[in-house]
């Protein structure tokens, strides 16, 4: 089992559709986890930290469930601009060395 | 702020030539990861700096691949002997280590011909 897990893709969604994604981790000493965001030929940029209590910025929300071990990413309202991959990052305790998941695609059509 | 800069951005090189990659960190980011991306595929990570250290190496694919960082800053990678296996995005990170939120560069495309 990989240890980290996400459906590849594509989500094709329309604007203004609300769309989420799942991604599974197999380490249960996981400590910190992240959603970030690359567009096409660019670098991976920091969509936001997950924290346990669940936190929300703007249209996006990510949740934790360590008891089955995954985090979750819900984009309401979509725009076409949120077109990218979304790739999931867990890091394991007393490791600084992330896993970065395979990453899915999401593309929001007009 | 400034953020992680690589150089240069590009580069085309001929098989069996040296390479070497350049990566200006987040200032005070004490924590610079090396990482690959092949066309299509997830991020391969390389190897993780801690200070000028290199506590894992685990990364590296084979004895070509070195790096090396220098008064906590600047990290260089170097690829000898290139292949056209090695043809690939390389991407740099930093970060705090307590926070492990990593900030990327925008890479260097290396092409080996």
């Known amino acids: 089992r990989k240890e980290v897990e996400q459906d590849p893709g594509p989500f094709n969604v329309p604007e203004g559709a609300t769309v989420a994604f799942n991604c599974t981790y197999s380490?249960?000493?996981?400590?910190?986890f992240f959603w970030y965001r690359q567009d096409c030929r660019k670098e991976p940029k920091l969509l936001m930290s997950?924290?346990?209590s669940g936190n929300e910025d703007g249209r996006f929300t990510a949740q934790l469930n360590r008891a089955s071990q995954y985090i979750s990413l819900l984009i309401r309202d979509s725009k076409l601009s949120d077109s990218a991959t979304y790739l999931c990052?867990?890091?394991?305790?007393?490791?600084?060395?992330?896993?970065f998941g395979r990453g899915t695609s999401l593309i929001v059509h007009p | 702020g400034a953020g992680v800069s690589q150089s240069p951005s590009n580069k085309v090189t001929e098989k069996g030539k040296d390479v070497e990659l350049r990566c200006d960190p987040i200032?005070?980011?004490?924590?610079l990861y090396w990482y690959r991306q092949s066309l299509g595929q997830g991020l391969e990570f390389l190897i993780y700096?801690?200070?000028?250290?290199?506590?894992?190496k685990s990364g590296l694919p084979s004895d070509r691949f070195s790096a090396e960082r220098t008064g906590g800053s600047v990290s260089t990678l170097t690829i000898q002997r290139t292949q056209q296996e090695d043809s690939a995005v390389y991407l740099c990170?930093?970060?705090?280590?307590?926070?492990?939120?990593?900030?990327f560069g925008p890479g260097t495309r290396l092409t080996v011909t």
């Open positions: 380490n249960s000493a996981s400590q910190s």
């Open positions: 700096f801690q200070g000028n250290s290199a506590p894992d």
């Open positions: 200032s005070g980011h004490t924590a």
């Open positions: 997950v924290y346990s």
């Open positions: 990170a930093s970060s705090l280590p307590s926070l492990g939120e990593q900030y």
């Open positions: 990052v867990v890091t394991s305790g007393g490791s600084y060395i992330p896993t």
